[in-house]
């Protein structure tokens, strides 16, 4: 049947091109055009396919050539080749091969005053342009000089003629040389003129479309620089700002302002980024490298000839192209696994972060209740537990201070002091001094939160300086000794200034698992490149989150465009700009700190990142973030502190060098806010604060080292702009991107999980995997259940427990990846009974950040080396990246074990998705998504990679299994999940990403995530590994009996049941369905650069009349009729889903 359609249609097609019968023609014609009216775009794809394309313009051909030509045939054959041209991507050089062009050129100059014969030309002729190579070829040819004969001038006599002589001059601008020779001859003023001539004339807004095609062919002539020069030469932007301002209130107007905000930004001039370098505030020297110099902007880097690629192919293949490439493909390189990055002798060091195999469990615990020193307690663990890996760098770069609370029960031992490379630490004789005093004004409500001490031996130690209870309070001289949690036999003392140590009697705080002295204690030994001396309020007093669930911000309709017209205003209406910096890192000593009727803000405290603040208007602050240490890249975190705020105030805030071509702040997220006065009234909440929020290119550029190398991507700068009105008059808030989670933080949260535990249940041991460059400690956790008797069964079945290894916080800016870990490892230590039967099940080896002088510096994504970790993972350096390097080492040494984890899995988050989900690694998944055959007798694979997902989908309410990924590519194929897939052979090797934003299905569909709901993700993580451990792994029946009791698992341990009688790897799932990945689209709405080829066309040729000769068409378009932005028959723009 198929076989006789296909003949059909060709005998069809060929006769058409055939035949000089005029009734056949005409019968063939009225068939096809019958046949395209009704169904989908297949018929005319089909079409296409057979020939379809080429015997149409033939067609044309034969009936142009005749001594008369006949419009009969010439008009529906003329309708018929717009339609199939809108479908075929190469149908302009198909036009051009066959000669169609000019002979279509040819017939629009004969009947320039014949206006129906004309538009179908033009018609033709727009579809023709849509291949960049014949739009040239028609400019030179003279078809824009027809189509401005066409436009001008100014009339509302036959307006179809008109718009489809506009819309074909903007199809064929596309092409740059066009837009060249339209700047040359003039026309940018000309198309100003008559743009605001149909714009003051369409009082009805009957003329959408024309208008709107106007501004296009405006907006293609400035992708070239001498188009933008001419139009601002001729006041471009005024005319269009002006005219603009009268389409802002009509939202059947919205085409005419987008296609405005677009030419207005594109033509703004491009300016240097405000900042002394682009390079980071702070410098640290790389052990073993030169030190580079500051990277200068430079005016001339920011200008180039063309700001868009003509690109004839269509951009969307190329993006699926692109996609498709970067999957790995190679089954050998899949399948192989790599030889050891290192000699295998070295492994050996890493049994010594293995006390779960060397405890000597049999020594006497100490009696309950019986309260010893360290030194006093029996310890637990052979000598060769109490090794610290070295550090391979040189003695002086070692640190003076050891991580603290290392083990509770471990017997000392001397090791090297590491010294900060990028520091004058404290000497040994400075430990033992009495505190300098320290005095500070206070202020009339607030005092600063904290600030550096002026005394002559305070050393590195952070003074605090608190909040006065009362108004009236004096001039205080406040003394402070901080304890230096090294470790327990050299620790200090904490003497809490007076007026602290009132705040904190009268505000108890009592947050689970946070103690401010504790707090105060960890940072004291904190090393940091800035040499912090102060703590941020928030995180010294703590966070708790607030009773409520705060929805996903719906954004007020246009408010984008409103603030791109806002930056355009500082342009041509500047009397207002004050432009007056009221902070900056680069030179903090010459700015005033009384500057009136400013805010004040600071960031030099730990995770601090805010550069430069600059006040454009009375209420309005330009802000600049910091870049990542010896990197001029990864602007995104930010968090500083803000104060002398006035009440009932909108203040805006705009971050100018973002990098990110999008954000989930389009989408409803909004920034989070600590207030201090609200803490201190019972209230100590990080809430999401913010309006008007949005996120959109701008007029800056950065200039890289990428950059100078050849590669233009990213950059452009993006603009992160949102108000707030603030709560309390001379308030000191923090401002942050997220939920900050400090280093010091995790530290002090660590003390105190060991002091909650229970020892007779739980092992817990801490210990140093290695220090970082910054000579911070990168701490190692393993916990499991202490063993539930001495016997050598016990005993065994303790040590022979399988592995699970979790990690946290490599890139800074994650800081939701560090609360998810916050919530498993209290849920690991707890005395829940499924945690005290996940702890039976599994050794867990946990490493809580993995990138702490990131997290300190305040950094987005990389360390102090100016490495992304998370890319260095294929060879890491045991100098550069230590902890990655340590990490690996560890992973190889229970792999040489044959205890490979069963589970390894690295949280993080994500800035540009909603939810919680999975990524993964499979082969064959793989391959199905790169179109390669698989053949299943050379690729097997066990499929209970998807068993975890599954799982976490139905217990953890963030979680979203459809948004889940599998696949490798070789862009991640350094990466910990594909590298510990890869070569220590963890089937089950994931990354978690966690949301910054929200939710968009189940219990939290619509709600932003809190600290709360991502501390129950990493309890439910837990959750998951159990009920794997009962569907998938061997299991006990013990373990069997005690699970069945705990959850409700009647259907998953009838199964276990049945799996359990066969082997090992009775766990395999057969099925191999592929993933559902949920596809999303982050184009910024009123700043994308696409817009349908064809606009109104498709609908012109449906509904065009036969019109006679000079009938009027003023009335062929109703008030507020528009021009769809998708060509006719193809898919609407999509929008993100769910907000995303």
Request: glycine letters at 6%; a negative charge.
């Amino acid at each position: 049947m198929a076989e006789e359609e296909a003949s059909g249609l060709q005998v069809l097609l060929s006769t058409l091109q055939s035949s000089c019968d005029k009734d056949v023609v005409l019968n063939i014609l009225s068939v096809l055009t019958d046949l395209f009216s009704v169904g989908t775009d297949r018929r005319v794809h089909y079409m296409i396919s057979k020939g379809g394309s080429e015997a149409l313009l033939q067609a044309l051909v034969n009936a142009a050539q005749t001594p008369i030509p006949d419009y009969d045939i010439l008009l529906p054959l003329f309708r018929l080749l717009a339609k199939v041209g809108q479908k075929d991507k190469k149908f302009g050089l198909k036009a051009q091969k066959l000669e169609a062009i000019d002979v279509t050129l040819s017939l629009a100059r004969k009947n320039l005053n014949h206006s129906q014969n004309l538009t179908h030309c033009l018609w033709a002729l727009q579809v023709f342009a849509s291949s960049v190579t014949v739009g040239t070829m028609l400019g030179i040819n003279g078809a824009m000089e027809l189509l401005f004969k066409a436009i001008t001038p100014y009339s509302k006599k036959h307006t179809r003629t008109t718009r489809a002589a506009v819309e074909a001059l903007a199809a064929l601008l596309k092409s740059k040389s066009n837009s060249r020779r339209a700047v040359n001859r003039g026309y940018v003023c000309q198309l100003l003129r008559l743009y605001q001539n149909w714009h003051q004339g369409d009082t009805t807004n009957s003329y959408v479309c024309i208008r709107k095609g106007l501004l296009l062919c405006l907006k293609h002539i400035t992708n070239v620089r001498s188009g933008r020069e001419c139009f601002l030469l001729s006041r471009g932007t005024e005319a269009l700002f002006k005219t603009a301002q009268d389409c802002l209130s009509s939202k059947s107007l919205d085409p005419i302002v987008n296609t405005v905000t677009q030419i207005l930004r594109k033509t703004y001039p491009k300016l240097l980024l405000p900042a002394s370098t682009l390079s980071s505030s702070y410098s640290f020297s790389i052990p073993g490298r030169t030190r580079a110099q500051p990277l200068h902007p430079r005016l001339e880097d920011y200008f180039e000839e063309d700001c868009e690629e003509e690109i004839e192919k269509e951009n969307e293949d190329m993006e699926n192209k692109e996609e498709d490439d970067d999957l790995e493909t190679d089954v050998d390189k899949l399948t192989t696994q790599p030889e050891l990055d290192r000699p295998e002798s070295e492994l050996a060091q890493y049994e010594a972060m293995c006390p779960e195999l060397l405890c000597n469990l049999l020594e006497s615990e100490p009696e309950s209740g019986n309260k010893k020193s360290s030194e006093d307690v029996p310890g637990t663990l052979t000598c060769s537990c109490l090794h610290v890996i070295p550090m391979a760098v040189s003695p002086k770069h070692q640190p003076n201070c050891r991580e603290g609370y290392q083990n509770a029960n471990m017997r000392k031992q001397p090791r090297s002091v590491f010294r900060d490379p990028a520091r004058t630490c404290l000497k040994a004789e400075q430990s033992s001094r009495e505190p300098g005093k320290v005095a500070h004004e206070e202020s009339e409500l607030l005092v600063d939160s904290f600030s550096e001490g002026e005394g002559p031996d305070q050393g590195h130690l952070p003074t605090l300086h608190p909040l006065p209870k009362e108004r009236s309070c004096n001039r205080r001289t406040l003394h402070a000794r901080y304890m230096n949690s090294c470790h327990p036999s050299c620790r200090k003392t904490v003497e809490a200034s007076e007026i602290v140590r009132k705040l904190l009697e009268r505000h108890p705080g009592n947050f689970p698992f946070h103690n401010p002295r504790f707090y105060m204690a960890r940072a004291g030994c904190t090393n940091s490149i800035p040499d912090y001396r102060v703590l941020a309020f928030p995180d010294f007093w703590g966070h708790r989150p607030p009773p409520y669930s705060q929805s996903i911000q719906q954004r007020r309709c246009g408010i984008q465009k409103a603030k791109i017209f806002e930056d355009v205003r500082r342009l041509i209406q500047p009397g207002d700009i004050i432009d007056r910096v009221v902070f900056d890192l680069d030179c903090l000593s010459s700015l005033s700190s009384d500057a009136p009727d400013c805010l004040k803000f600071f960031s030099r405290f730990e995770s601090g990142n805010l550069r430069k603040a600059i006040q454009m208007r009375e209420f309005e602050y330009d802000l600049i973030l910091n870049s990542d240490i010896n990197s001029s890249q990864h602007h995104q975190w930010f968090y500083f502190e803000v104060s002398a705020m006035k009440t009932a105030t909108p203040y805006r805030f705009n971050l100018i060098n973002c990098e990110k071509p999008n954000s989930q702040f389009n989408f409803g997220m909004q920034p989070v806010m600590y207030s201090v006065k609200e803490a201190l009234q019972g209230r100590p909440h990080w809430i999401r604060v913010g309006y008007d929020i949005c996120y959109y290119k701008n007029h800056y550029r950065r200039w890289t080292t990428a950059a100078a190398a050849g590669d233009t991507h990213g950059k452009y700068c993006y603009t992160l702009s949102f108000s707030i009105v603030f709560p309390h008059k001379e308030d000191v808030c923090y401002l942050a991107y997220h939920y900050p989670y400090t280093y010091s933080a995790m530290m002090s949260h660590l003390d105190i999980l060991e002091q909650n535990m229970n020892t007779k249940k739980v092992f817990f041991r801490r210990q140093t995997l290695c220090h970082t460059l910054g000579g911070n400690a990168c701490p190692l956790l393993t916990i499991t259940a202490m063993p539930e008797s001495e016997s050598s069964d016990d005993l065994e079945q303790f040590r022979d427990r399988p592995y699970v290894v979790l990690m946290a916080r490599v890139h800074p800016g994650e800081s939701n990846a560090s609360w998810v870990m916050k919530g498993t490892l209290e849920f690991l230590i707890s005395s829940d009974p499924i945690a005290d039967l996940l702890r039976q099940c599994f050794i867990f080896k946990v490493v809580p950040m993995l990138n702490p002088d990131g997290v300190i510096n305040g950094n987005q994504r990389c360390s102090l080396s100016g490495d992304d970790l998370n890319r260095q993972w294929l060879r890491p350096s045991p100098t550069l990246q230590p902890t990655i390097y340590h990490t690996k080492g560890l992973l190889y040494f229970l792999s040489s074990l044959k205890r490979a984890p069963v589970v390894f899995c690295d949280y993080h988050g994500h800035s540009q998705r909603k939810n919680v989900f999975l990524y993964g690694c499979s082969i064959k998944e793989t391959l199905w998504q790169a179109g390669q055959s698989v053949d299943t007798t050379v690729v097997t694979e066990d499929v209970s990679y998807r068993t975890l997902p599954k799982i976490l989908d139905k217990v953890a309410p963030a979680f979203l299994m459809s948004s889940c990924s599998f696949l490798v590519e070789k862009s991640r194929d350094s990466t910990a999940r594909v590298v510990v897939w890869r070569e220590i052979g963890v089937l089950r090797s994931y990354t978690m990403e966690s949301t910054y934003c929200g939710c968009s299905h189940g219990l939290y569909k619509g709600l932003q995530i809190g600290t709360g709901e991502l501390e129950e993700m990493g309890a439910k993580f837990c959750l998951g590994l159990l009920v794997l451990q009962l569907k998938s792994l061997p299991c006990s029946r013990k373990v069997m009996a005690q699970a069945e009791a705990l959850l409700d698992l009647e259907e998953e341990i009838a199964d276990l049941r049945a799996q359990s009688r066969s082997s090992s790897n009775s766990g395999l799932e057969t099925d191999d369905e592929l993933p559902c990945g949920d596809e999303v689209d982050y184009n910024t709405d009123s700043c994308s650069d696409q817009e349908g080829d064809f606009s109104e066309l498709g609908k012109d040729i449906q509904e065009h009349p036969s019109h006679t000769e000079g009938e009027e068409e003023e009335a062929e378009a109703g008030p507020g009729q528009l021009c769809g932005p998708s060509p006719l028959g193809g898919p609407p723009h999509h929008q993100p889903a769910s907000s995303q």
